[in-house]
């Protein structure tokens, strides 16, 4: 299976400022057939299941503030949070979706400095 | 909007069968662009893709190599759902499941079950 593995697996960022966390994939997720990563990001709060954020590696789901943004090409992505809330606090996993065996990221758990 | 509404026991005892359903609200089972999916997940393997269900003039389902065998999600057009079983369950397969739908089939889960716990125990 592809292995998917995120950076760092935890962070403490202060209300206001940056976020950034990393997937890289153990395979290029680009496909060259419609030039489109597969790779989405997730948001999951305590004792909810994950909240689609993103997908096609950079396209914004319905919804999500614009604080939230994915770049990325290939084999490494970055989700990045411009400027954190407290509501942002969560675990957040890439997961990468072109053939199944799907495979997700380990996950990344966001808390508040 | 896509809702997801899974159902099924949460104890269930080792060397039975798990099984939970998953009811479909806002879109149908047998979508031509949609895919139906079970997902669990766990400390010790965090989120666990395990199998897919979906229509495109026949039926497709594709299942989790290590659990071959064990395992079907089976659709169910009369009343809009899909439902998960898991057979010869161990104290390995306890987890939290749930039921996530791809509405474009690209592959992106954009709708969730609420989740269940599933608890393999004598």
């Known amino acids: 299976d592809i292995v998917m593995t995120q950076s760092p697996d935890s962070l403490a960022v202060s209300l206001g400022e940056r976020a950034t966390i990393n997937c890289k994939s153990s395979?290029?997720?680009?496909?060259?057939?419609?030039?489109?990563?597969?790779l989405a990001w997730y948001q999951q709060k305590p004792g909810q299941p994950p909240k689609l954020l993103i997908y096609?590696?950079?396209t914004r789901e319905s919804g999500v503030p614009d604080r939230f943004s994915g770049s990325g090409s290939g084999t490494d992505f970055t989700l990045t949070i411009s400027s954190l809330q407290a509501e942002d606090v969560a675990v957040y996993y890439c997961?990468?979706?072109?053939?199944?065996?799907?495979?997700f990221g380990q996950g990344t758990k966001l808390e508040i400095k | 909007q896509v809702q997801l509404q899974q159902s099924g026991p949460g104890l269930v005892k080792p060397s039975q069968t798990l099984s939970l359903t998953c009811a479909i609200s806002g879109d149908s089972v047998s979508s031509n662009s949609a895919t139906w999916n079970w997902i669990r997940q766990s400390p010790s393997r965090g989120l666990e893709w395990l199998a897919r269900?979906?229509?495109?003039?026949?039926?497709?389902?594709d299942y989790a190599v290590s659990l071959r065998g064990r395992i079907t999600n089976n659709p169910d057009t009369s009343k809009n759902q899909f439902s998960l079983q898991l057979r010869s369950v161990t104290p390995e397969d306890t987890a939290v499941y749930y039921c996530?739908?791809?509405?474009?089939?690209?592959?992106?889960?954009?709708?969730w079950g609420q989740g269940t716990l599933v608890t393999v125990s004598s």
């Open positions: 395979q290029s997720v680009l496909y060259s057939s419609n030039n489109k990563n597969y």
């Open positions: 269900t979906y229509y495109r003039s026949r039926w497709y389902n």
């Open positions: 096609w590696a950079s």
């Open positions: 997961h990468r979706y072109y053939s199944t065996p799907y495979t």
């Open positions: 996530a739908g791809a509405s474009t089939g690209a592959g992106y889960l954009d709708s």
